[in-house]
């Protein structure tokens, strides 16, 4: 096999081996603490600690695999997530409250740190691994490792809620941290040195000094951010609660939208028709799709209001809604690749989705306040109004210089 196409087949498989358990992890959490009794705001904080920590994982990790190479963050990331697995398999439900909270809290900063370094190390290696002569088409390449990661984690949704109705909570968890450590044995059949660079980075350098990064970062923030508002603990509390569905009704549903979103993103340059060399996604494709999606969650607010069958309204939305949040984060997942060199990929990469991370982190917490004290519909008022600032920050975007194939001519 080529050298290449090994080197992205093992970290496509590690990001993938990876993905799964985050998604199941979550959705273990989340269902198990509701049916103990915890409240939307009281399940919220049990993930504060995951997006904390990736938002300080994304911050140091780009400079972590600058100076030692990706292989050590990509498998680094994997060792956490086992660990943080077996961490929370032998949690007592009998010790007090707040120190179980405490303690799940703890085992999601792990977590956390884990998701981070694998996606910062994962997206950075694309970029690296990808042959110069097939540069034209990063943005496939980028595409399909976030399509399929994101496809993956729908499936972790219905892995999740599967385990945790068949085999109980702490199996579930030992079960999956024993997969996870097949894959972690593969890591030695990755360079060593990928991604790492000779010089010796300061700590000033890991701020972004690249003004269209820096742009794109703060629509990442509020992009994620508005996703997570009303999906990641409003949406399953609501279909729980509300709708008094099952743990694998939930964990089904959830699951059937995230694949269906990894799946348009995976095709979306076919969709967009931007597969071909000279039509890679421009700073205008990204303006265009977020104007869009700012209508989606008024809509779905709207039909709630008008008191339509909440069952139709959430699921007709939802796909609309993963329809063209798909196409938005495929290209910003492109645009912020194309906006870099390789020599500050693992460095802007990680500057970027510590932005990420800490959108996720306020639309988590936002989503358990804002659910429980106004339900699902304020949740998705305010998801507008923060997809409609990603819209407007994106309209500062500069021109992209130079093409990936350009960098890769220039170098």
Not at 102 to 131: H, I, N
């Amino acid at each position: 096999m080529d050298k290449n196409l090994r080197n992205y087949a093992l970290v496509t498989s590690a990001y993938w081996g990876y993905t799964i358990t985050d998604g199941a992890l979550r959705m273990l959490v989340l269902l198990h603490f509701n049916k103990l009794g915890f409240t939307p705001i009281e399940i919220a904080f049990l993930f504060l600690f995951y997006e904390i920590f990736g938002i300080i994982t994304n911050f140091l990790g780009g400079w972590i695999g600058s100076q030692f190479g990706l292989r050590l963050t990509l498998y680094g990331g994997i060792g956490l997530q086992i660990f943080a697995l077996v961490m929370l398999g032998v949690i007592n439900f009998e010790w007090a409250v707040w120190f179980q909270v405490l303690y799940v809290m703890t085992s999601q900063a792990f977590s956390g740190v884990a998701k981070d370094l694998t996606k910062m190390s994962s997206k950075s290696a694309v970029r690296l691994v990808v042959p110069k002569e097939q540069e034209s088409k990063l943005f496939k390449w980028v595409a399909i490792l976030t399509g399929s990661k994101n496809a993956l984690k729908g499936l972790g949704f219905f892995v999740g809620a599967f385990l945790l109705e068949v085999f109980g909570f702490k199996n579930a968890l030992f079960i999956q941290a024993s997969v996870l450590f097949i894959i972690f044995l593969s890591g030695r059949f990755l360079p060593k040195n990928l991604g790492k660079i000779k010089a010796k980075i300061k700590f000033k350098q890991l701020f972004s000094k690249s003004k269209a990064i820096n742009i794109l970062s703060l629509a990442r923030f509020f992009l994620f951010g508005a996703r997570d508002i009303w999906f990641v603990v409003a949406l399953p509390v609501f279909l729980r609660t509300n709708l008094g569905w099952t743990f694998i009704q939930v964990g089904t549903y959830m699951a059937c939208w995230v694949i269906g979103y990894g799946i348009i993103q995976s095709f979306s340059p076919t969709i967009l028709r931007q597969n071909q060399a000279g039509k890679a996604p421009q700073a205008r494709t990204i303006q265009i799709w977020t104007s869009i999606l700012t209508i989606v969650p008024v809509s779905i607010a709207v039909a709630f209001m008008a008191g339509l069958n909440p069952q139709i309204v959430i699921t007709g939305g939802l796909i609309i809604f993963g329809i063209v949040f798909a196409f938005n984060s495929a290209v910003h997942s492109y645009l912020v690749l194309a906006y870099t060199e390789d020599d500050d990929v693992a460095l802007n990469v990680g500057f970027y989705y510590m932005a990420n991370s800490g959108g996720r982190l306020l639309g988590t917490i936002t989503s358990g306040v804002v659910f429980q004290m106004g339900g699902i519909e304020s949740c998705l008022w305010i998801s507008s109004f923060f997809v409609f600032i990603a819209a407007l920050v994106s309209f500062k975007l500069p021109p992209i210089k130079s093409t990936p194939l350009q960098i890769a001519k220039n170098i």
